[in-house]
């Protein structure tokens, strides 16, 4: 690696053959050295599940200037503990990017998705962090689009950086024209309905399949990322992972002592 470059780190949870991680490394590498810890197989929805009691193996997929790929066998997060823990504990990163996701992270989803889970990983590691997504789902979305959204984003971080614990999660609508422009929100923290469908084997046993519909909360406030993606917003909802919730302490102070 270039001592004198921006060093990034990028993962996922999609998996290194996906086209949004492939985006992501192509807008990196023209602004810094690339080093690569991406997961082996799909890991969606993981959240910050680390692997406690099989062992994680790695294998280095492709070194070249500049670049760096590795593909390790645990989770999102555990691509980012390892990273950050072993594989790249010579030369910290200036930067963790996460995605580009095949679908948002948005609102309530960011509780569960690996990717937000790398950038939780990264400003655990004081590192500043950010995890883009595009609200595409299929697994061959044309995640080239979301690039100048990346670049810019990226571009923005590396030169002033981000306050402290702080990481963004941008999410990208997937459009038929340009987007109509960039919103810092909050997530929505509506609920999800239907989550599970049940069915049936042909050997007559019965199964369930998660599926669900998201009933949004914020319905006409222009508060949170769901009301502007809907509208053609690229959405920045800046998060931390400090989930106490401050302004109730002394309620519960009241309550229990």
Known sequence: MDQKRPLIL?????????????????????????????????QSGKSSAITFVNPVRTTLLKQEPGLTVYLATGTPADCVKLALSQLMADHMPDLVLAGINHGYNSGLNTLYSGTMA??????????????????????DADTSVCEEVVRHVTERVLKDGLPKDVCL????????GPFKGMKVTTGDMGH??????????????????????????????????????????????????????????KAISDLLL
């Open 169 to 176: 999660n941008v999410n990208i609508p997937k459009m038929d």
């Open 10 to 42: 990028i993962s996922n949870d999609d998996g290194y053959n996906y086209n949004g991680i492939q985006s992501l490394i192509k807008v990196a590498r023209t602004m810094a050295d690339v080093f690569v810890v991406a997961p082996a197989v799909h």
């Open 118 to 139: 790398c950038a939780f990983e990264g400003i655990l590691h004081d590192v500043p962090s950010v995890a883009f997504s595009y609200g595409d789902y299929s697994s």
């Open 192 to 249: 999800w309905v239907n989550e599970w469908e049940h069915r049936v084997d042909p050997t007559g046993r019965d199964y369930y399949w998660l599926t669900g519909e998201f009933e949004i909360a914020d319905k006409n406030e222009g508060l949170t990322d769901y009301y502007w993606l809907e509208r053609g917003y690229v959405t920045v909802t800046p998060t931390h992972v400090d989930q106490t919730d401050f302004v109730s302490m």
